[in-house]
T-cell receptor, first 110, second 112 residues
């Protein structure tokens, strides 16, 4: 059974702070890792993908991957109220199927 | 089309009714997925198509669930004899060349 674990939150951070979202996965052969953002009542949208160990930065977002620890994280710098959403971690072990975590609800307080 | 289109957006069914949910993927996308998302949960994989071939249906929760994509484009997810536990948002996604999944807005099913 492939599992992707996330702290459900809610995680509350003040505006301008760094939000840190964490995810662990059980399948060691996982190859691709994704962070999706989902606003309430909306569909998930991809914000970051990462495939190799280390950091990947895109604007205010940084994804970090540590395959040895089976751990992937997302940092959001200078958090804005518009970042308030549920963040879904997703992992692909084979050629196609994504396994999602339950998501972490982030609230950015103005 | 510009994005993945799903219909209906909202469906209320009485227990025991059959429902059909439609997905129109991004034009040219070969791979299509259906996911089920219960309230407060992440999306759960239901089934996967490559063109018209259903390559994986391991996530369908029971034989009341059936999906098809007869011409390799539009897909329909059918649920027979709906039960209350079927209440969820049903998400369709198509996959681009980079492997990114593009999700539709979902069909929210409520079974009374």
């Amino acid at each position: 059974q492939k599992e992707v674990e996330q702290n459900s939150g809610p995680l509350s951070v003040p505006e301008g702070a760094i939000a840190s979202l964490n995810c662990t996965y059980s399948d060691r052969v996982s190859q691709s890792f994704f962070w999706y953002r989902q606003y309430s009542g909306k569909s998930p949208e991809l914000i970051m993908s990462i495939y190799s160990n280390g950091d990947k930065e895109d604007g205010r977002f940084t994804a970090q991957l540590n395959k040895a620890s089976q751990y992937v994280s997302l940092l959001i710098r200078d958090s804005q109220p518009s970042d308030s959403a549920t963040y879904l971690c997703a992992v692909r072990a084979g050629s196609y199927q994504l396994t999602f975590g339950k998501g972490t609800k982030l609230s950015v307080i103005p | 089309g510009a994005g993945v289109s799903q219909s209906p957006r909202y469906k209320v069914a009485k227990r025991g009714q059959d429902v059909a949910l439609r997905c129109d993927p991004i034009s040219g996308h070969v791979s299509l997925f259906w996911y089920q998302q219960a309230l407060g949960q992440g999306p759960e994989f239901l089934t996967y198509f490559q063109n018209e071939a259903q390559l994986d249906k391991s996530g369908l929760p029971s034989d009341r669930f059936f999906a098809e994509r007869p011409e390799g484009s539009v897909s329909t997810l059918k649920i027979q004899r709906t039960q209350q536990e079927d209440s969820a948002v049903y998400l369709c996604a198509s996959q681009g060349n980079t492997g990114e999944l593009f999700f539709g807005e979902g069909s929210r099913l409520t079974v009374l």
